[in-house]
């Protein structure tokens, strides 16, 4: 009614002034004001909600804007009154929330378009005020219009109805089982994600002892009061034991036979027999297996045992959920040990080329093979024999397979069990070419402990050895490196000239092996460097202690001073220095000239 009032009192004002004035356009203004009357009677006739709405309210908020800008051009008062276009707009955005964007265009084209409908001229005035109307429109603020009705409640409704108490206490105890299983689901996934934690961290410390900790590990963790690994062998046809921790199976049950197209179940069922028969009367029943699987293949198994069939039932549980981490973890550490010998293999075959190269007799290229066999092949014993293997168990036919193997000119041969002696455990032997009767024995204190690529490194070993005695029997040197007595001799009977001798200064203790073949590494590059740098007329000799001494008749003291420095400074060892080589080089200060009298004997022989 208020709105209806002012839209009537407003255009009645208007002709009012406009006729007392005098004015022409009266006649003018008349039929748009009587439209405009009628226009807002029917806006008074909507019911209030339609016209509370914001869309509703922005169309009659419109309707007054093109009544505004009508009187205005036809008075001639655009250019001066227009921005009243944007009275009506915030009316209604600040009554109904309508949305100012959408008023704003519509505002400022009002005033356009009753200018040209009616003649007037479309100047720059006339844009300012369009301008002003689309600015302060823009600038209104919308609010959000909330509208609450309010109504009585009915007593009745309040009443509570009968039997719903039973059913919100129905629902009250589903709603505490779906929390109880949500909380055993979370504790349950808690536990198994601390599991995995655990399992993880073992993998920060020594290879060698990888396996020991994971199996006192889980034994911790499933306080189980004996348990046992079983890893695949390398052949997959077995089941060998790698760790345990309490009462471990007997010697007999380090391997348990494997098919390896079995279902999981059925590894279990086979492995849980086969330790049942060996194990004695009071244990036999007493052993739950899982199985460890990774990406579908099998990996290796856990044996439990307990004399408490709850305590079995819970260790076997623990198991079951930390089973899956493990055998991860189990099946990435053989990756990596797979890589990590692959490079060693191509590492040691470069380090035994380049030493045998140099061997100046055969039990010098003897003694480089084992050791390097030796550090390669981790966990296995290494030797060369000749004319017969080893002691082995007596009463193994796999002994009288391989006894007559020398004489025979046999090839290599493996056994992965060799009966009770807990001092051979498997067996790998290679023949050495054209050195008969000379072979290269490994054993382990391991069923299973040597596989397919061990024995692969063997024969490399044998055939790089079987090379270097071929060629240390068919060349004869006479210049640069001689074996130590042929350097002596040559020495002795020289005239004159000078003697130098390179010691090197080891900085690894003897039980550290990765230091010392580090070091070996690097002595072997500076005998390469001293190799290229040695004069034509020079010999050297060196000896297993690691020294060497070069001699010359062309040098004098100075002469051999300098060259020695420049091959010292020019080494890698120099360069790098200590700490990375391991050693340092230095050259004897002692660099006079020899005669045949014996003081020189002498100094040769301390040399």
């Not at 990888?210 to 348990?227: C, G, P, T």
């Not at 005239?495 to 690097?522: K, M, Y």
Request: net charge neutral.
């Amino acid at each position: 009614m208020k709105e209806l009032i002012v839209r009537w009192f407003g255009s009645g004002l208007m002709l009012l002034g406009v006729g007392v004035l005098g004015l022409p356009e009266f006649t003018s203004l008349l039929l748009p004001a009587a439209a405009y009357c009628l226009f807002a009677f029917g806006v008074f006739q909507l019911p209030y909600e339609r016209r509370a709405n914001p869309g509703i309210a922005g169309f009659i908020a419109l309707g007054d804007v093109l009544a505004i800008s009508w009187i205005l051009a036809t008075l001639g008062g655009s250019g001066t009154l227009g921005l009243l276009c944007a009275a009506p707009c915030a009316f209604a955005v600040s009554r109904y929330g309508t949305q100012p964007l959408s008023l704003a265009p519509l505002a400022a084209g009002s005033l356009f378009a009753s200018a040209y409908l009616l003649g007037r001229p479309l100047d720059a005035i006339l844009l300012g005020q369009a301008v002003g109307v689309l600015v302060l429109c823009v600038m209104l603020e919308s609010k959000r219009i909330v509208a609450t009705t309010h109504r009585a409640l009915d007593p009745e409704e309040l009443r509570p109805l009968e039997g719903e108490e039973p059913t919100a206490y129905l629902e009250l105890r589903e709603s505490l089982r779906r929390m109880r299983e949500m909380y055993r689901d979370l504790q349950y996934r808690a536990r198994r994600d601390g599991f995995a934690t655990q399992v993880a961290e073992l993998r920060h410390g020594p290879e060698a002892n990888f396996l020991r900790r994971v199996v006192n590990k889980l034994a911790d963790l499933s306080q189980a009061e004996s348990l046992s690994l079983y890893t695949l062998g390398p052949a997959g046809s077995s089941l060998v034991f790698r760790a345990g921790k309490g009462a471990t199976p007997n010697a007999r049950a380090d391997t348990l036979p494997l098919n390896p197209d079995h279902a999981p179940a059925q590894v279990t069922h086979f492995a849980a027999k086969a330790l049942d028969a060996l194990a004695s009367d009071e244990r036999k029943g007493t052993f739950r297996n899982v199985v460890l699987r990774h990406r579908g293949k099998l990996v290796g198994l856990l044996c439990a045992s307990d004399p408490d069939p709850v305590g079995l039932e819970q260790t076997a549980d623990a198991l079951e959920q930390i089973a899956p981490y493990v055998a991860q973890a189990i099946a990435e550490e053989a990756e990596h040990r797979a890589w990590r010998f692959s490079a060693e293999r191509a590492e040691f075959l470069y380090d035994l080329g380049s030493l045998l190269r140099d061997i100046d007799s055969l039990e010098s290229g003897v003694a480089l093979v084992t050791a390097e066999l030796a550090q390669t092949l981790s966990g296995a014993d290494v030797r060369i024999e000749a004319l017969r293997l080893p002691p082995l168990p007596e009463g193994e036919p796999s002994r009288q397979e391989g006894h007559w193997w020398i004489g025979d000119e046999a090839s290599a041969f493996a056994r992965d069990w060799l009966g009770e002696d807990p001092g051979i455990r498997s067996l790998a032997v290679v023949p050495v070419e054209g050195a008969s009767p000379l072979a290269i024995v490994a054993f382990s204190r391991v069923a299973d402990g040597l596989d397919e690529s061990q024995v692969e490194v063997m024969r490399w070993g044998a055939l790089e050895l079987s090379r270097a005695i071929r060629a240390l029997n068919s060349r004869r040197r006479v210049r640069g490196w001689l074996p130590d007595d042929e350097f002596r001799q040559t020495v002795r009977q020289a005239g004159q000239g000078c003697l130098i001798v390179f010691s090197p200064l080891p900085t690894a203790s003897p039980s550290d092996s990765r230091p010392l073949r580090q070091e070996r590494r690097s002595w072997r590059l500076f005998r390469r460097r001293l190799t290229l740098a040695l004069p034509a007329d020079a010999v050297a000799s060196a000896r297993s202690n690691g020294v060497i001494a070069v001699w010359s008749e062309s040098w004098d003291s100075p002469k051999a001073s300098n060259w020695a420095r420049a091959v010292i400074e020019g080494s890698p060892a120099a360069s790098s220095g200590a700490h990375e080589w391991g050693f340092k080089i230095a050259p004897s200060q002692a660099l006079a000239a020899l005669s045949a009298d014996s003081g020189a004997k002498a100094a040769l022989a301390h040399s």
